[in-house]
């Protein structure tokens, strides 16, 4: 089965200093695969990522790569590209310009090399001919793409690839790799947000402070029975406070996820068997069901509760969005 992974990594520790940042991660990520990286700011993805691209050397573990033992030769190993840190370009040459000097630094004809194809996958063809100096962190993005998709990897190994894309960005990058997934590479990409990472990816690896705390199909980790916060909006608040309260396993939550604009939304606090009693309470009462959804979305939940991560911190952040 192994020549079937394009990542088997046991045991891998990296140190800096006195800094543990990788304290033991087992990966296995199969051919084809989009595979999602995530974990809070520190937690250890580049560093992790960066072992990947061969740009560092683990203290301990072992790594094979598209079946082969790494070596830690501080090279990149062969079918694998990517960037980690946002990708380094020239700023005083052009799109196309960077990716031509990258081509011929691997000995490729740039006039073969398939720039124009790369450019045009990743929607940089209208600034191929500008310099990269003014280009906004998403087109920066973007171009590292390009410049990865040109070696044809079979490995792609991608660091925060969604910082600084809008939605459609987004949505046009990610369409990239999933053609290119279905083509049969795999590829690693990190985020510190588990939504960037739904759409997308199938599977995922959750890490904090340098340890493996999940690894496995979303659908997995969405199954846990924990109780969520759900915003609940009724024809009748009063009346829909008063049954939520009287529900075994149903807390009210005055505090976080509350909208602003909210006098008739509540947000309780359950897990799906107590809710499914709330709804049924509401239904027989005759109070109109407008809205229920959960505050933080299943997923999401999961993984900040893995990480030790505060609920309250982010279901702000989504409501102040919401009411934008
Ligand atoms: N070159 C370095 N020197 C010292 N400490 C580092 C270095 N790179 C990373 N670290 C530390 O290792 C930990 C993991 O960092 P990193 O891999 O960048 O996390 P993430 O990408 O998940 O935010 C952090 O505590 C960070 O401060
Ligand atoms: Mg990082």
Not at 14 to 39: M, N, S, Y
Not at 188 to 204: I, N, Q, Y
Not at 248 to 273: E, F, K, Q, S, Y
């Amino acid at each position: 089965m192994d020549a079937l992974l394009a990542i088997r990594a046991r045991g891998i520790t990296k140190c800096f200093g006195d800094v543990v940042a990788l304290d033991g991660i087992d990966l296995e990520v199969a051919q084809g695969r989009i595979h999602g990286l995530v974990g809070p700011n520190g937690a250890g993805k580049t560093t992790l990522l960066g072992l990947l691209l061969g740009l560092a050397v683990p203290d301990g573990g072992r790594l094979e790569i598209l079946g082969t033992p790494v070596e830690w030769a501080l090279a990149t190993p062969d079918g694998v590209a990517g960037f980690v840190d946002g990708p380094g370009l020239y700023p005083s040459l052009t799109a196309r310009q960077n990716l031509a000097a990258l081509a011929a630094l691997r000995g490729r004809d740039a006039r073969t090399a398939g720039i124009d194809e790369v450019l045009d996958e990743v929607g940089l063809t209208e600034v191929a001919d500008d310099r990269t100096r003014g280009f906004s962190l998403g087109m920066r993005q973007r171009l590292g793409l390009a410049a990865a998709l040109l070696t044809r990897p079979r490995l792609l190994v991608l660091d925060e690839p969604s910082n600084g894309l809008d939605p459609a960005g987004k949505q046009h990058v990610n369409g990239v790799l999933t053609r290119l997934a279905a083509q049969g590479s795999s590829i690693v990409l990190s985020s510190h947000r588990m939504d960037d990472l739904e759409a997308l990816c199938s599977e995922v690896t959750i890490i904090a402070t340098g340890r493996v705390v999940f690894s496995g199909p979303l659908g997995k980790l969405a199954a846990d029975d924990r109780a969520l916060d759900y915003r609940l909006r009724t024809s009748d608040p009063v009346a829909a406070r008063r049954l939520a309260e009287g529900t075994d396993g149903v807390r009210i939550d005055d505090g976080a996820g509350a909208r602003p604009d909210g006098a008739n939304t509540l947000v309780v606090r359950a897990r799906v068997p107590a809710l499914d009693d709330l709804v049924e309470r509401l239904v027989r009462a005759g109070i109109a069901l407008r809205e229920l959804a959960p505050v933080v979305s299943p997923l999401e939940a999961a993984f900040l509760a893995l990480t030790g991560q505060p609920r309250e911190q982010p279901s702000q952040e989504r409501t102040q969005e919401a009411g934008r």
